[in-house]
């Protein structure tokens, strides 16, 4: 752990995450209550954003956690095959379109009527579902610009077709 400067032990760096999240969580529990019971317009940004302390700490644990795993051949090309695909996925959900298919059909309604059991299970399944139909998306896209790189330079629709595959994945 020395190239990184951390003299954190993994147990440790486990016992802080834990604590971390849990005030995390107790803090957006309490804060939500006060904005909602006294009418105040901050919000409880302060603790679960992405840009706060609270994350970049918790992104340090990761690292700290994870750094000495050892990973065989097949692993790592495995993760690294998830991996590239990660960010489309992200850009993917992230679109107008896709926001509007998951959110304004009525899955909050639905959410708010349910038990917890079912509450978390649609929530994880939806999430997993989303990853995986990303990743199908993403790997189609991956496979119509290698083909369309294949293609014979002569015809002219090599160029054609890559400049409208660059502007469609631009979008």
């Known amino acids: 752990m020395g ?36 009418n105040l317009s901050f919000g409880t ?16 644990l990761l690292l700290r956690i994870f750094y000495d795993v050892k ?3 097949r692993t ?6 998830i991996c590239k695909h990660v960010f489309p996925i992200y850009l993917i959900h992230e679109h ?3 926001r509007y298919l998951l959110w304004s059909t009525g899955i909050l309604e639905i959410l708010k009527t349910t038990n917890d059991f079912v509450f978390v299970a ?3 399944g939806g999430s997993v579902s989303i990853f995986l139909l990303g990743l199908l998306i993403d790997i189609c896209i991956d496979k119509i610009c290698y083909w369309i790189d294949k293609l014979p330079p002569f ?17």
């Open 45 to 60: 940004a302060l603790f679960y954003h992405y840009n706060t302390f609270f994350q970049l700490l918790n992104a340090i």
């Open 122 to 124: 649609i929530i994880v």
């Open 155 to 171: 015809i002219g629709l090599q160029t054609f077709l890559t400049k409208k595959c660059n502007k469609w994945i631009d979008k």
């Open 3 to 38: 190239e990184l400067g951390l003299k954190l032990k993994k147990k440790s760096a486990i016992i802080l995450l834990i604590i971390n999240n849990f005030i995390v969580f107790l803090s957006k529990c309490i804060f939500t209550g006060i904005v909602e019971k006294n």
């Open 71 to 73: 990973l065989n051949t």
């Open 76 to 81: 790592i090309k495995m993760v690294a095959t």
């Open 96 to 98: 107008q379109i896709s």
